[in-house]
Structures are given as structure tokens and as C-alpha cells.
């Protein structure tokens, strides 16, 4: 199966299957749906900056019929990223919730409950974005998983940042995405930091380290 795979630049027409995978693997590596009842208010959310604003730096693996299985979603400026997320991402989510555009039900309130007192308890592993400007974010079809699409999508997006002599990338994940962080550690990758967070108690029934993954790509 990998070998009728292959990887190129993200497209437009793209946006639909890329989106739907983001919600397909939200809820590691499980649908969106186990935490939030509509996946337009995550996907709009934390995904149309990439695929909208900063298509460039955005490569999607595709089976033989070109339709996407996998796809990294990339950003050479965070802090360009953030900026966005805080002037638009969220002022659009409120005004769209008060509306009535999405279903917001218990799990949605849950959530958003969960990530306040998680910010709030900081447990989220910082990181130096001076050697570290760009970041990534990486999902994989279940269906395809397990034959190095992530591999090869991480290593075209390094060597496109190389290129650009951006002097290093990070990345966040939990623990309990054991097969990822084995997967960046044999990539080169290091653990900036971790820290416990007690998020997703009510889901998995313990508690799991946030961890901050970096490698630097110009010496």
C-alpha cells in the first residue's frame, strides 16, 4: 500500500479530506467527536490558518487515486500563528457559537471547561521560539497507518525548512501518543519539556504528560 503513496504540496482542493482527517484523529488518534459534538468548531479553529493562510509549508500524502490519506500542516513564524489564533481564531469561535453556527452540547462545554483550568494550572511545556520559530502538526489516516507516511511527510517538511534556513522546528504531543514520540525521537527530535496535566481525566481516567518536542536544523 505505501508504495502507491506519494507526497507533494497541499492544494486547495485539498481542504475538505485534510479537515476531515484532523477531526478523524482528534482525540488521539480516535474522531473528534468523543470530546466535542461539532468538528467545523475545531476544525475552523485550530486548522484554516494552515490550509487558508500558510498553504506553502502544508504537504499531504496521497493514495493512487489522489485523494489525501495523511498530511503535516506546517508554520515557519509561531508567533505569526498565535497572533492569528488570538485575533481571529477565537473571536470568531465566540462570535459564531453565540449565533448558533455550531453544536454546542455537554462534551463541548466539558472541553472548553477542561482546557480553562488546564491553561489556568499551566500545564503546558514552554518553548524558546527564537531557535525554534516553525512547528508541525501531523495525521495519518487509520487505514494507512503503520507504513512510514509520517516519516516521510516530517522529513519533506524538514528539508523544505532547511531550504528556507529556518533555524529550528518543535512540535507538542502527549504521552499517550507513545508511537509518535518514538517516531520523532528516530527523527531527530529532543523533549524540550514535559509537564503532567490533569485534562483529560474525565476521558481517559489518568493523568498524562504534555510534552514539547524541538530539533534544531541549522548548527
Not at 479553529?45 to 489525501?68: G, I, K, M
Request: charged content about 25%; hydrophobic content about 35%.
Amino acid at each position: 500500500m505505501v508504495d502507491e503513496v506519494s507526497i507533494r504540496l497541499y492544494q486547495p482542493k485539498d481542504r475538505a479530506r485534510l479537515h476531515k482527517i484532523a477531526a478523524d484523529t482528534a482525540f488521539f488518534g480516535d474522531p473528534i467527536e468523543v470530546y466535542m459534538e461539532d468538528r467545523r468548531a475545531f476544525t475552523d479553529s485550530f486548522y484554516a490558518y494552515y490550509t487558508d493562510l500558510e498553504p506553502e509549508h502544508c504537504w499531504v500524502a496521497c493514495n493512487q487515486n489522489d485523494e489525501v490519506v495523511g498530511f503535516l500542516t506546517g508554520c515557519t513564524n509561531t508567533t505569526r500563528h498565535d497572533e492569528w489564533y488570538e485575533k481571529t481564531a477565537i473571536p470568531q469561535l465566540r462570535q459564531r457559537v453565540l449565533k448558533g453556527y455550531y453544536r454546542i452540547g455537554p462534551r463541548s462545554l466539558r472541553y472548553a471547561f477542561e482546557l480553562w483550568l488546564s491553561e489556568r494550572r499551566k500545564e503546558g511545556p514552554e518553548v524558546d521560539l527564537t531557535p525554534f520559530p516553525a512547528h508541525l502538526h501531523i495525521n495519518v489516516d487509520q487505514a494507512y497507518r503503520g507504513y512510514g507516511l509520517g516519516k516521510k511527510l516530517i522529513q519533506t517538511y524538514l528539508n523544505q525548512l532547511k531550504q528556507l534556513n529556518i533555524p529550528g522546528v518543535h512540535l507538542f504531543t502527549t504521552s499517550q501518543n507513545e508511537k509518535a514520540c518514538l517516531l520523532y525521537e528516530r527523527m531527530g527530535f529532543n523533549l524540550l519539556g514535559a509537564k503532567s496535566s490533569r485534562m483529560w481525566l474525565w476521558k481517559l481516567g489518568k493523568e498524562i504528560d504534555n510534552r514539547c518536542y524541538a530539533q534544531k536544523l541549522i548548527a
